[in-house]
């Protein structure tokens, strides 16, 4: 029975050609060895098998793939020793590896299930620490990947500061705008808020400070008295009086008062104004503004410089002269 189970093993394997033990692996030994496993040629795959691993710079595929068929190699050979070495490496390299029952005998899967549950301890704590060292790798992936993007947005921030320019500008201040009414100070320094309340609060005040004077003027009347002369008895004298009438005696006081108390907030106002304007008052500014890079205009080619150089010219002249009815123009092309 034990030999019948490698021909039959051998008999699945030419039956089903297509059918891989493991995928396709970069390195081309491990693929001869494969094949020379599904021809039977267990010696063979055995010590080729050991050689290479030996040798080493394997991937972690290709090495479980060549343990996997090591291990199945000296298991129909009989060599269990053997089979179990490799099919225990191959159980470190990849704890939750397990044989195909379509392709593998039962047996063998039989005996790799065994080690298994003999090896069920350690492969624990091998699943714990690959899943720990994929973790690992993965956070280390997600890192390279963050100084990545960060990297692309520095470079794309330096080529912006590259195609952009600097401009500072230097504004230089009057100091007699300060003492000028109507918020002049605070629109130079820019503080249009508080220089428009100034303007609009004396202008108000200006205005009725100027209706209640021509208010107040207009309360006068104009009276003209005849005295006698008396230095000359035969001749008159008058005299123009300019008053308000005593009725009107509540309206000049209301007018008046509101006249001055007018003129004195305006002066108020701008006396604030004044002291604002001098305290933040600055000789000089300097702003600066990020303005793209204007392009260079590209040098004209020598061949364009000649064509132009060689290109007909064209004149124009308009000319006006006189006529014996009035003026004429005239236009004159020269090529």
């Not at 040629?41 to 290709?62: F, N, P, T």
């Not at 195909?100 to 899967?109: E, K, L, N, S």
């Not at 005299?239 to 005593?246: S, W």
């Amino acid at each position: 029975m034990s030999r019948c189970l490698p021909l039959l093993f051998t008999a699945l394997m030419l039956l089903a050609p297509g059918a891989t033990l493991a995928q396709d692996a970069g390195d081309p030994e491990v693929a001869a060895l494969r094949a020379s496993f599904e021809y039977g040629k267990y010696a063979e795959v055995m010590d080729r098998a050991a050689s290479r691993i030996d040798r080493g710079g394997l991937d972690e595929d290709d090495l479980a793939e060549l343990h996997k068929l090591a291990g199945l190699a000296a298991f129909n050979l009989g060599r269990t020793d053997d089979a179990r070495r490799h099919l225990r490496a191959l159980l470190r390299l990849d704890p939750d590896f397990s044989l195909d029952p379509f392709v593998v005998p039962p047996p063998a899967v039989a005996f790799f299930d065994t080690l298994k549950e003999d090896m069920d301890t350690e492969l624990d704590f091998l699943r714990q620490e690959r899943r720990l060292r994929q973790e690992r790798e993965k956070a280390e992936a997600e890192r390279r990947e963050r100084e990545r993007l960060e990297a692309e947005v520095q470079r794309r921030r330096a080529e912006e500061l590259a195609s952009q320019v600097t401009v500072r500008t230097v504004e230089k201040r009057n100091f007699l705008v300060n003492f000028v009414p109507f918020g002049a100070g605070q629109f130079q320094q820019g503080r249009t808020s508080l220089g428009i309340v100034f303007a609009a609060t004396e202008g108000v005040l200006a205005v009725t400070s100027i209706i209640s004077f021509f208010a107040y003027e207009g309360l006068f009347e104009e009276r003209t008295i005849d005295l006698d002369n008396v230095l000359d008895p035969d001749g008159r004298a008058s005299v123009t009086v300019r008053y308000i009438p005593t009725s009107r005696a509540r309206q000049r006081d209301a007018w008046q008062l509101l006249k001055l108390s007018s003129a004195a907030g305006f002066y108020a106002i701008y006396a604030v104004g004044v002291v604002d304007a001098l305290f933040h008052h600055e000789d000089q500014v300097v702003r600066s503004t990020v303005e793209p890079r204007a392009e260079q205009p590209a040098e004209p080619s020598p061949r364009s410089t000649s064509a132009r150089a060689t290109a007909p010219k064209t004149y124009t002249r308009v000319g006006l002269y006189p006529t014996r009815g009035g003026l004429g123009a005239g236009l004159t092309l020269s090529f």
